[in-house]
């Protein structure tokens, strides 16, 4: 009986590890991870990076990165698109299992980048979410969301400039830089 | 079989089974060939005028940006709290854009209408008896795989809402509730 040399076997496994590989890439998903772009100069990977990207883009669960989040977006301080972002701000956000009226919702509070996230492992909500706001020190009234999420952890899913007809634009505190605390002393 | 009927009986069988070669290619082909450009498929669909309070309500809960309102569903809804049409505002009059207009109302209806086109003419010619042979109804009461979950239970007001509208006569009242319903976990 004549056996395969070594070297045809090391070759059919390559083979068959790199069609495996290929097997399982999800095209679309690569796709969207390509179409961010790369990192802004001088912004390092973490936290404050890619404010007003889909976070869950690659934090989602499939990659790049294994960081995986649950919930995430940027806040900014007025709806202009040129707008800093809000930073110290506090999400608050119900899941489908809490009711509004004395529920127990989740609040997050944006860093210096406008930026809040949750980690899924910290916090894994029922959709759709519902009766999300933004506070800030100086705001008497929190700024409601009127609509629901239905499915998309990732507020830029939805909120992106420039507004239209796909968009409500960027989220933000209030309308109008006039509208700031402290903008009228 | 003698050789006489066996030098007969083969040419015979080779001009049917060429015949019957033809025939399937003819059929073949047919089935292939693509429709007629200005086909058409008619539908009988419940009353588009009774439709707003539905769309009302499709488009608050479902209708996200996420979910429904995407360009990317087969089923589009459109409507001020989502997904917009021609020059409407995002969002609606309470948040700085306008309501639903009677042209997101109408793409709604045709997008909904059509998802199945000859269930739904089945569904309306039985006055609603049978609205679960709808697939988007079923996938509101979570009888089915929906990514949104289930989100009416059969008998309340937001499917009372949707199985009205399908039996001819929408309940306006009901819609109102389910727009005003909380949104919890069911």
Not at chain 1, 7 to 25: D, G
Not at chain 1, 89 to 116: L, M, Y
Not at chain 1, 121 to 137: F, G, R, T
């Amino acid at each position: 009986m004549m056996r395969a040399p070594y070297s045809c076997v090391a070759v059919a496994a390559i083979a068959s590890a790199l069609a495996f590989a290929w097997s399982c890439s999800d095209p679309v998903h690569d796709a969207q991870v390509d179409a961010l772009g790369p990192e802004a100069p001088g912004v390092p990977r973490g936290p404050n990076h890619r404010p007003g990207r889909p976070c869950l883009t690659c934090h989602g669960g499939q990659g790049p990165s294994d960081v995986e989040l649950s919930v995430a977006g940027t806040i900014y301080q007025t709806a202009a698109p040129d707008s800093p972002p809000l930073e110290g701000a506090t999400v608050t956000i119900f899941d489908a299992t809490q009711d509004a009226d004395g529920g127990a919702p989740r609040t997050f509070r944006t860093n210096a980048a406008g930026n809040f996230y949750a980690r899924r492992a910290e916090w894994s909500p029922v959709y759709p979410l519902h009766d999300i706001s933004i506070s800030a020190p100086g705001v008497d009234t929190p700024t409601l969301m009127h609509t629901t999420v239905g499915r998309d952890g990732s507020c830029a899913t939805c909120h992106f400039d420039p507004r239209g007809q796909g968009s409500h634009g960027h989220v933000y505190l209030v309308l109008e830089p006039a509208d700031l605390p402290g903008a009228h002393p | 079989m003698t050789a006489r009927s066996v030098r007969i009986a083969r040419p015979l069988a080779l001009v049917l089974a060429a015949l019957a070669s033809l025939a399937l290619l003819a059929t073949w082909s047919g089935a292939c060939a693509p429709p007629p450009e200005d086909a058409t498929i008619g539908i009988v669909t419940p009353d588009p005028a009774q439709f707003p309070p539905v769309s009302m309500l499709l488009d608050r809960r479902c209708g996200s940006l996420d979910c429904h309102g995407a360009r990317t569903r087969n089923l589009q809804i459109y409507g001020c709290e989502g997904l917009r049409l021609g020059d409407a505002s995002p969002g609606c009059r309470n948040a700085s854009g306008t309501d639903t207009t009677a042209e997101e109302h109408d793409a709604t209806f045709r997008s909904l209408v059509a998802l199945e086109p000859a269930v739904m003419t089945a569904v309306v010619l039985g006055k609603g008896g049978s609205p679960e042979l709808l697939t988007f109804v079923r996938k509101a009461r979570g009888t089915e795989a929906h990514k949104g979950g289930t989100l009416v239970t059969p008998g309340d007001d937001q499917d009372v809402c949707i199985t009205s509208w399908l039996a001819g006569t929408t309940d306006a009242d009901a819609c109102a509730r389910g727009l005003a319903a909380p949104v919890i976990a069911r």
